[in-house]
């Protein structure tokens, strides 16, 4: 049950993202200069992405843990995975403060800031929040989102101030970050550079563990057919009751590469691993029409998920640049939505 966040809370996320401003952050580190900050485990380590050095655009996006770091990789490789521009953003999973424009906000961010009492003027200038999380639409913070974002932020004052007074000069540039490490109170730290936990987007495997299923995929016959595969965001926005927020579907497609037509495609829920489902629904259409010649894949997400299937059935897997009938498909389905 989503629960929002008292004006008390706002107000001292805004007086804490304040500060953060004023210390400019963006005048020193460019989007790709990571801070962290460790306060426990080190897979639970919060890394901090300043964007703004360009001039464009200001703000700070904040990554919990390895599983968040782990999108940033994604977002940040995205043309190396040939990855389209909306596919990494509506995967990323992390927490952003933003100082933009005011028709940037919702009625509700323009809300909390007039009963807060602030008021801004200029480009650049309206502070407000936004919660990333895969399988949604961005959205306002709730108030655990709030709260937690507060504690961050003053935690970034704090290794930003570390960092002035260190006088640190580290090597991002070599996949090393700036890292402020608390003690167990709180009370006592440490800061310094030290290298990423990882540098590179870390693809999962999907691995089958269904002997039967898999003896059952190796007896199939070949057929002749060439198939395209892919996993491709729906960008919409859709409200369900059931979801407290709106959610931003995947569309998973199989589709026939000769023609263009259309398979089988699924909508996933928020709580779906798309690739997984694209993985059913390729076992599925094995089991009916045997084995095709070839799967073609445009990056190397989907390419993990079918690398086993593959295998099993001697099936050709190639990733290509494009998708054609795939993406065909999708632009029309929006043409149409829109």
């Not at 801070?35 to 426990?40: A, C, D, R």
């Not at 260190?166 to 890292?179: H, I, K, Q, R, Y």
């Not at 979801?243 to 259309?262: F, H, K, Q, V, W």
Request: one cysteine or more.
């Amino acid at each position: 049950m989503r629960k929002e966040a008292a004006l008390e809370q706002w107000g001292a996320l805004y007086e804490a993202a304040a500060r953060i401003k004023d210390l400019k952050p963006w005048e020193k580190f460019w989007d790709m200069d990571m801070i962290g900050v460790q306060n426990g485990e080190e897979e639970d380590t919060v890394f901090f992405s300043v964007l703004g050095k360009g001039g464009e655009c200001y703000g700070i996006a904040v990554y919990e843990g390895y599983e968040g770091l782990n999108t940033y990789m994604m977002l940040a490789m995205q043309k190396n995975l040939n990855l389209s521009p909306e596919y990494a953003m509506f995967n990323q999973k992390n927490l952003t403060c933003y100082w933009g424009n005011r028709d940037e906000l919702t009625n509700k961010q323009r809300a909390v800031i007039k009963d807060l009492g602030y008021k801004y003027r200029g480009k650049n200038q309206w502070l407000y929040f936004i919660s990333y999380e895969p399988g949604y639409w961005p959205f306002n913070m709730d108030e655990e989102e709030v709260v937690r974002m507060t504690e961050h932020m003053r935690d970034l004052e704090k290794a930003l101030q570390c960092y002035d007074e260190s006088g640190a000069d580290v090597d991002f540039e070599s996949g090393n970050m700036f890292l402020l490490t608390f003690g167990k109170d709180k009370k006592t730290w440490d800061c310094g550079e030290v290298p990423l936990p990882f540098t590179c987007f870390q693809c999962g495997h999907l691995i089958i563990n269904d002997e039967e299923l898999l003896s059952d995929l190796a007896k199939m016959p070949g057929c002749s057919a060439v198939l395209e595969a892919g996993v491709l965001p729906m960008g919409a926005s859709i409200a369900d009751k059931q979801y407290d927020r709106p959610s931003n579907p995947m569309l998973t497609l199989l589709g026939d590469a000769e023609s263009g037509i259309m398979l089988k495609f699924e909508m996933t829920e928020p709580e779906d691993d798309a690739v997984a489902l694209l993985a059913e629904i390729t076992i599925a259409f094995i089991l009916e029409y045997g084995s095709p010649k070839e799967i073609r894949v445009s990056n190397v997400i989907v390419e993990s998920g079918l690398r086993q299937i593959c295998d099993v059935c001697k099936i050709k897997l190639r990733r290509v640049k494009q998708l054609r009938g795939l993406e065909t498909f999708v632009q029309e389905m929006k043409r149409f939505r829109d």
